[in-house]
């Protein structure tokens, strides 16, 4: 493979993995004289004031918390966990920070392939990994674990680091051996799209992080009722001409399809069906695709074909008249990150973000990394302040409970009718754990440890 191809390869599968956003302004310094009271959504005092002092672990002083933020920035140009830090620490800093120690951040840019350096920089560096993610991570996650540094991911990718020891999810989506999907693949072929049961698509990147989640959505599929009547892949770097692929999806009858890979390929698709008159009853692009990008990729499209997400129980970033938390998120975002467009993986970093400080907050003046780890994992119904549905972070194994779903229009995104039971979101969930081997996470004991070394 030549390498040009090599590289647009690489950044279809970040892209996919990456929760992805607009880019805006870099942000702001915040303003000395800017004052926050530390509460956010129906969290109380998640950063303050005080009088801390000493050294008490790597990265924390009297003054400062240095935290590590890891993004595939340099390489897909998506800042969603730049902006995210940026918004957040400033916001917590002008409130007083944790008991008066700031937060600083570094931003560990993998460029994709530099995992490991990043980690490795990480490791000598950083108190704790906090909002951020990369599409390669199962690369770092040894070195993380033998450094014993705790992270809180906005994403998760690989098998190696989902539910990986050290690690706290407040809301990507790390389920390794339940179906996080399962409640919305149900809602299409059960309720929504009965007739799409019996002919269900899915074209697949071809790449190592694609091609695992497509095997693990064939098998909910199948649970949920559905048979998959057709199933392909595309190379991960995009086609010149999707004619034949979208001849396929005609001729095989499909109404449901599932797409994997750079959203901005699947809007080529679509405008290659949309010209064949050919509509499906649903498409899913998949939840990275819940931003405007998408949108305008699509834009000849999207007000013919069905494109339909799920956004796993995170409030809508256009629902600010519905949830004061989301309100205040516009405005945390505005004020210190202003340009910065908000989509999925904003949400699931500041969330990260605001767990990390109310855990850290909570040590006191001897914060320690065994502290703010154990802190965070006694949380047993954490909903980011009022950002998505509870979850119980004591059991990192527990099964998704609810969905939400969210269709793509000419005019944005707006709320589907999904039949929601508990405000915005659907709770009726039956979990589904896969039969399948997909891999497994990497533990402390892979590397010698356990948890008696952590301090």
Not at 296 to 306: C, E, H, I, L
Request: hydrophobic fraction near 40%; aromatic fraction near 8%; charge should be negative.
């Amino acid at each position: 493979m030549k390498p040009r191809r090599i590289a647009a390869a690489l950044l279809a599968m970040a892209l996919l993995t990456a929760g992805c956003s607009g880019r805006g302004d870099a942000g702001r310094e915040a303003n000395p004289n800017d004052v926050e009271t530390g509460d956010f959504g129906d969290l109380s005092s998640v950063c303050h004031d005080g009088a801390a002092t000493g050294a008490p672990a790597q990265g924390v002083t009297a003054e400062e918390i240095k935290v590590g933020v890891f993004s595939d920035v340099g390489f897909t140009k998506q800042p969603e966990f730049v902006d995210a830090a940026k918004a957040f620490t400033s916001w917590c800093n002008a409130a007083g920070g944790i008991n008066g120690r700031k937060l600083v951040f570094e931003v560990r840019d993998t460029k994709l392939m530099e995992v490991r350096q990043r980690m490795l920089d990480s490791c000598r560096e950083d108190f704790a990994l906090v909002g951020g993610g990369a599409a390669l991570d199962g690369l770092g996650v040894k070195d993380r674990l033998s450094c014993l540094l705790p992270e809180f991911p906005a994403q998760v990718s690989q098998s190696q680091n989902l539910q990986s020891d050290l690690q706290i999810s407040a809301l990507a989506s790390t389920y390794a051996h339940d179906e996080p999907y399962f409640g919305f693949r149900s809602w299409l072929l059960n309720e929504a799209y009965p007739g799409s049961a019996g002919a269900v698509g899915i074209i697949n990147g071809d790449s190592p992080v694609t091609k695992v989640l497509g095997d693990k959505a064939v098998e909910a599929i199948r649970a949920a009722g559905g048979t998959v009547t057709y199933s392909d892949l595309y190379p991960a770097s995009g086609v010149p001409d999707w004619t034949p692929y979208a001849q396929a999806i005609k001729s095989k009858g499909v109404k449901g399809l599932v797409f994997y890979g750079d959203f901005r390929q699947l809007g080529k698709l679509e405008d290659v069906l949309t010209s064949m008159n050919y509509k499906l009853d649903w498409i899913d692009p998949t939840n990275n695709s819940y931003n405007t990008q998408f949108l305008r990729s699509a834009a000849q499209s999207v007000s013919f074909q069905n494109n339909i997400v799920d956004l796993t129980g995170a409030v809508p970033v256009e629902a600010v008249d519905a949830s004061p938390a989301m309100k205040q998120m516009h405005d945390m975002f505005a004020k210190y990150a202003p340009g910065a467009e908000l989509a999925l993986g904003s949400v699931r970093a500041l969330s990260s973000w605001l767990l990390f400080a109310k855990a850290a907050t909570s040590c006191g003046d001897q914060l320690t990394r065994r502290c703010v780890f154990e802190a965070a994992g006694a949380e047993t119904a954490w909903a980011g302040g009022g950002l998505h549905t509870a979850r119980d972070l004591s059991d990192k194994d527990a099964a998704p409970r609810c969905f939400n779903v969210v269709q793509a229009t000419s005019n944005g995104w707006r709320q589907a009718d999904f039949a929601p039971d508990q405000g915005l979101f659907r709770c009726d969930v039956a979990p589904y754990r896969y039969t399948g081997d997909y891999g497994a996470a990497t533990t402390l004991a892979d590397v010698g440890k356990t948890m008696a070394d952590l301090e």
